[in-house]
C-alpha cells in the first residue's frame, strides 16, 4: 500500500525529525491523504495528552528549599562571551607560566571528583543490605554474568591461598560510564572493587595511591590490567597492600 | 566592547530551573515519592561534585538526566526495573506502521488524564522513559540517544513501540469500561434517521 510508507515515518514526521525535505513532501501527502492525516491527527492527541498528563508529580516545597540550599552559593564556572578575542589574548600571555600549574590543579579537581563517586560508591555497596546482583564465590561463574553488561571484559583478581574470597558482583555506573563491581570477603569484612575501563578516570589513577578519603578507609587504584582497565578498591590500609598484591 | 563579556555560570543558575522536571521524571522512574526525593538529591550532590568536569557549552539538561538515570538504574528498584527484558528484539531501524483504529480516536475528557497516566506508569522502564523525554521534556532523538547511551535508530524503534503499547493499554482501559470510577467514553455520534 502507497501510504504504509509514509505511516512508518508518521512519528518521525510529527517529532520534527526528518530532514527538510522530506518534511516538506510529508506536508504535502498528509494534506492529499485523508488516511494518514487521521492517523496524524490521532497521533498528535496521544502526543499531547502524554504531555499533559505527564506533568504529574510536583516536589514538596520542604524537599525543594533542602536541596537549594545545599546548591546555593556553589561553584561559579565562567563562560566566555562575545569579547572572547581579549580573553584569549590574557590566556595566551599568561599561558606558559600557568600551564604547569594549570595542569597540575585540573588532575587534582578530576582526581576528587574521582574520589568522591567512588568513595559514594564504595561505601554506598557496604551499607547495602543486598550489594550483589550475582552471589557466587566461583569466578567463572561471576565473569561471564557481566557479558553484554559492560563493554568489555577483565579477569578477575586470583584469590587462591589468599585470605580473600569471592562474595559476587554487580554492575554499576562512575561518571555515566557502565564497570564491574565485584564484593571480595576477607572474614566478615566485605571489600568492594571495581572496574571501569578508561574515560577520565585512567589519569588519576596513579595518584590515587596512598590518597585518604578518611580517617578509617583508604581509596586506593590497582595497578592498570587487560588493555586499560583499571581496578578500584577501598578497605584499610594493612589489608590493601595484601590485597594488591594479587 | 561591553563590560559583560564574562558571564559568570553557577551551578545553581543552571540546575534549580531542571528541579521540578527532573522530579517529576524521577517519581515516573521509581513511582515512589520517597524514592524519587533520594534520587532527585543525589543527582545534585553528584552533578554538584562534578560540575567542575562540565564542558560548558554542552548540554546540560541532557548531563543532568543522564546523571539521574545512572544513579537510578543502579538503585535498587533500577536494577529490579532493568531485570524486565523486553519480548520484543530491539530493532535499529523503524519499521512499524500506525495503527488505524486508536482509542485515542475518542476524545479523552480532562476527567481521564488519570486513565493515560496509569497506562503510562504501566509501560516497562524502557518505554516509559523514552516516551516521556520525547513527548513531555521535548528532547530531540539525539540528546534521548545520548541521555539514555543508546542509538538514535533504538531510540526511534522504542518510541514507537512505546506509542503502540501506551495506545493499546489505554484501548484495553476504555473497553474494560469503568476504570479507576472514570466512565468509558461515550460514542456520541447522532445518526440522523
Given at each position: 500500500m502507497v501510504c504504509e510508507r509514509w505511516k512508518t515515518q508518521l512519528d518521525i514526521y510529527l517529532d520534527g525529525e526528518l530532514p527538510s525535505e522530506q518534511m516538506h513532501d510529508f506536508d504535502a501527502h498528509v494534506r492529499n491523504c485523508a488516511s494518514c492525516a487521521a492517523d496524524a491527527l490521532v497521533r498528535v492527541q496521544l502526543k499531547r495528552y502524554v504531555q499533559t498528563a505527564g506533568k504529574r508529580f510536583v516536589p514538596r516545597a520542604e524537599f525543594r528549599q533542602e536541596v537549594y540550599r545545599r546548591i546555593a552559593a556553589k561553584p561559579t564556572r565562567r563562560i566566555l562571551g562575545w569579547n572572547w578575542v581579549l580573553a584569549a589574548a590574557l590566556a595566551l600571555i599568561f599561558a606558559t607560566g600557568l600551564a604547569v600549574t594549570?595542569?597540575?590543579?585540573?588532575?587534582?579537581?578530576?582526581?576528587?571528583?574521582?574520589?568522591?563517586?567512588?568513595?559514594?560508591?564504595?561505601?554506598?555497596?557496604?551499607?547495602?543490605?543486598?550489594?550483589?546482583?550475582?552471589?557466587?564465590?566461583?569466578?567463572h561463574t561471576v565473569k561471564p554474568w557481566f557479558e553484554g553488561?559492560?563493554?568489555?571484559?577483565?579477569?578477575?583478581?586470583?584469590?587462591?591461598?589468599?585470605?580473600?574470597?569471592?562474595?559476587?558482583?554487580?554492575?554499576?555506573?562512575?561518571?555515566?560510564?557502565?564497570?564491574?563491581?565485584?564484593?571480595?570477603?576477607?572474614?566478615?569484612?566485605k571489600f568492594p572493587y571495581s572496574s571501569f575501563r578508561n574515560g577520565p578516570y585512567r589519569a588519576t589513577e596513579r595518584n590515587a595511591l596512598n590518597r585518604s578519603r578518611s580517617s578509617r578507609l583508604t581509596l586506593k587504584a590497582g595497578a592498570m590490567r587487560d588493555f586499560g582497565i583499571a581496578w578500584w578498591g577501598m578497605c584499610r590500609q594493612t589489608t590493601w597492600t595484601i590485597l594488591l598484591d594479587y | 566592547m561591553s563590560a559583560a563579556e564574562f558571564k559568570p555560570v553557577s551551578f545553581e543558575e543552571l540546575a534549580v530551573p531542571l528541579f521540578d522536571q527532573l522530579y517529576n521524571f524521577a517519581h515516573w522512574l521509581t513511582r515512589d515519592r520517597s524514592e524519587a526525593e533520594d534520587l532527585v538529591q543525589e543527582t545534585y550532590t553528584k552533578a554538584l561534585r562534578g560540575f567542575a568536569s562540565f564542558q560548558l557549552g554542552t548540554n546540560f539538561r541532557g548531563w543532568m538526566y543522564r546523571i539521574l538515570r545512572n544513579t537510578f538504574l543502579t538503585s535498587r528498584t533500577g536494577l529490579k526495573a532493568t531485570m524486565t527484558v523486553p519480548l520484543e528484539p530491539e530493532q535499529d531501524s523503524l519499521e512499524l506502521p500506525i495503527e488505524r483504529e486508536t482509542p485515542e480516536a475518542m476524545l479523552i475528557e480532562r476527567s481521564n488524564w488519570q486513565l493515560i497516566q496509569n497506562a503510562i506508569e504501566e509501560l516497562p522502564l524502557h518505554y516509559r522513559e523514552v516516551l516521556l523525554l520525547c513527548d513531555l521534556e521535548e528532547m530531540s532523538y539525539r540528546e534521548i540517544a545520548e541521555t539514555l547511551s543508546i542509538?538514535?535508530?533504538?531510540?526511534?524503534?522504542?518510541?514507537?513501540?512505546?506509542?503502540?503499547?501506551?495506545?493499546?493499554?489505554?484501548?484495553?482501559?476504555?473497553?474494560?469500561?469503568?476504570?479507576?470510577?472514570?466512565?468509558?467514553?461515550?460514542?456520541?455520534?447522532?445518526?440522523?434517521?
Open positions: 594549570y595542569r597540575g590543579r585540573s588532575r587534582s579537581d578530576q582526581d576528587r571528583t574521582v574520589y568522591g563517586e567512588l568513595t559514594d560508591l564504595h561505601v554506598a555497596t557496604l551499607a547495602s543490605l543486598s550489594p550483589v546482583d550475582v552471589l557466587s564465590t566461583d569466578k553488561k559492560i563493554p568489555f571484559t577483565f579477569d578477575l583478581p586470583e584469590l587462591h591461598d589468599s585470605e580473600f574470597s569471592l562474595m559476587g558482583g554487580r554492575v554499576t555506573y562512575l561518571g555515566q560510564t557502565p564497570g564491574a563491581h565485584l564484593i571480595l570477603r576477607c572474614g566478615n569484612t | 542509538p538514535v535508530g533504538t531510540v526511534m524503534s522504542r518510541l514507537s513501540r512505546a506509542r503502540n503499547t501506551l495506545t493499546e493499554l489505554v484501548r484495553r482501559k476504555l473497553e474494560g469500561g469503568t476504570v479507576n470510577g472514570m466512565r468509558k467514553m461515550e460514542d456520541t455520534t447522532r445518526h440522523l434517521p
